[in-house]
């Protein structure tokens, strides 16, 4: 079946530093691709999306790139701060017309002041 | 407040005891899911439904059942519970014309 796999499962990063999480998703009929930020012991929160027609999107320190024909999608935090530290999740999605997601894994970003 | 509600947030059963897990939204979204999350495993999908009445499995559906007889509400039924389901459980919803997709606050079951 369809999957998502996401690396690494922790990473750890100097306050200041970027930081950058990969996903690889295998169904080809994806288009949709959240990343969500989840505190510990709270709900997974939406932090930024893509869609597959836009290859990059950025919101303040928060970039995500997408490529589509190797099938990689990446998140980049710059400037990392503590309030940065959760897990973070990818997703793939056929998007509109369905709501079929395949998560990663997660990846435990932990920011060192 | 537009929110996702979940009951209860905490729960400790026994193997075979049914149980039901309520899921409410206030948003008038379409769309309402099922997830559970495991440590390593990520958010797995275990059951959506698109409309009033029409429910798809997820990935994991084995051992749940859902229902959709209203738009607000999706419970989470375990008629059988075995100590494999204990896990946290999230509902989450979305409207038709949007992707932005919202958490519950999260269940945590445990079946002993």
């Known amino acids: 079946g369809e999957n998502v796999e996401q690396h690494p499962s922790t990473l750890s990063v100097q306050e200041g530093d970027s930081a950058v999480i990969k996903c690889t998703y295998s169904d080809s009929a994806s288009n949709y691709f959240p990343w969500y930020k989840q505190e510990l012991g709270k709900r997974p929160q939406l932090i930024i999306d893509i869609r597959s027609n836009v290859g990059e999107k950025k919101d303040q320190r928060i970039a995500v790139t997408l490529n589509k024909t190797a099938k990689h999608f990446s998140l980049h935090i710059t400037e990392t701060q503590p309030e940065d530290s959760a897990v973070y999740f990818c997703a793939a999605s056929r998007g509109s017309g369905t709501y079929k997601y395949i998560f990663g894994t997660g990846t435990r970003l932990k920011v060192l002041a | 407040e537009a929110q996702v509600t979940q009951n209860p947030r905490y729960l400790i059963t026994v193997t075979g005891k049914k149980l039901t897990v309520t899921c409410s939204q206030n948003?008038?979204?379409?769309?309402m899911s099922w997830y559970r999350q495991d440590p390593g495993l990520g958010l797995r999908q275990i059951y959506y439904s698109m409309n009033v009445e029409v429910t798809d499995k997820g990935d994991v559906p084995e051992g749940y059942k859902v229902s959709r007889k209203e738009k607000r509400n999706f419970p989470l039924i375990l008629e059988s519970p075995s100590p494999n389901q204990t896990s946290l459980y999230f509902c989450?919803?979305?409207?038709?014309?949007?992707?932005?997709?919202?958490f519950g606050p999260g269940t945590r079951l445990t079946v002993l």
């Open positions: 989450a919803s979305r409207g038709s014309s949007t992707d932005t997709q919202y």
């Open positions: 948003m008038n979204h379409e769309y």
